[in-house]
């Protein structure tokens, strides 16, 4: 048992800085896909509107990325509790 919270601890840590990273990218490609949007508000030229589409599309699957990263920690948390639950119900 100790084991596997020992593994459990170090997924986490190591899924937690991910999701820090996925945050800034996050950030990044918001702001590059408003920067597009606005550019083919502007324009209102076919080249413009695939970047924004384009831009958009890479946003949305960061912002996938980072939601799939926030439910593998939540995952991660309850068997962490369940496994800190049953070790100190043992003690």
Not at 23 to 45: G, K, M, P, W, Y
Not at 64 to 86: A, K, S, Y
Request: hydrophobic letters at 35%; glycine letters at 2%; a negative charge.
């Amino acid at each position: 048992m100790e084991r596997r919270l020992a593994e459990l601890t170090g997924r986490l840590k190591r899924l937690r800085a991910d999701l820090g990273v996925a945050e800034e990218q996050c950030l990044h490609f918001d702001d590059l896909a408003e920067d597009a949007r606005l550019r083919a508000l502007v324009s209102e030229t076919p080249a413009a509107e695939r970047q924004h589409r384009d831009a958009a599309r890479q946003a949305e699957a960061m912002a996938r990325h980072r939601t799939r990263l926030r439910e593998e920690i939540r995952t991660l948390e309850r068997q962490q509790d369940d496994l800190l639950d049953r070790f100190y119900s043992d003690v």
